[in-house]
């Protein structure tokens, strides 16, 4: 897996915003559940409100605007999910060398 994984979404060479897939898991876990609740926050608070009006437009925006950073959360899991596949492989291959 490379060092520096470019966000998805963004398709200018280079890339300027990047996820460290060597950063500790824990801080890559906490980047994720801040965008990932966020959002989530957002939505809540839109779906408890009586009445929203706002045209097509505006809508289409915002729903932009919200998968941006879901999709941040997702990219971060993703390497998150490859870090810990790898470590268990690396686990599993250990313990076969071990009772070999």
């Known amino acids: 897996m490379e060092r520096y994984i470019p966000l998805t979404g963004i398709d ?15 801080v890559l876990q906490a980047m994720a559940d801040y965008r ?3 959002v989530t926050q957002v939505l809540e608070n839109i779906a408890f409100r009586g009445e929203v009006d706002a045209d ?7 729903a932009q605007l919200l998968a941006i950073p879901l999709r941040d959360g997702c990219d971060l899991m ?11 492989s690396e686990v599993e291959v250990a313990s076969a060398a071990t009772v070999s």
């Open 12 to 26: 200018l060479v280079p890339a300027s915003l990047l996820i460290d897939s060597e950063a500790p898991l824990d």
């Open 78 to 88: 993703d390497v998150i999910g490859r870090r810990l596949r790898k470590e268990a």
């Open 56 to 62: 097509c437009v505006v809508l289409s925006d915002f």
């Open 36 to 38: 990932i609740r966020t």
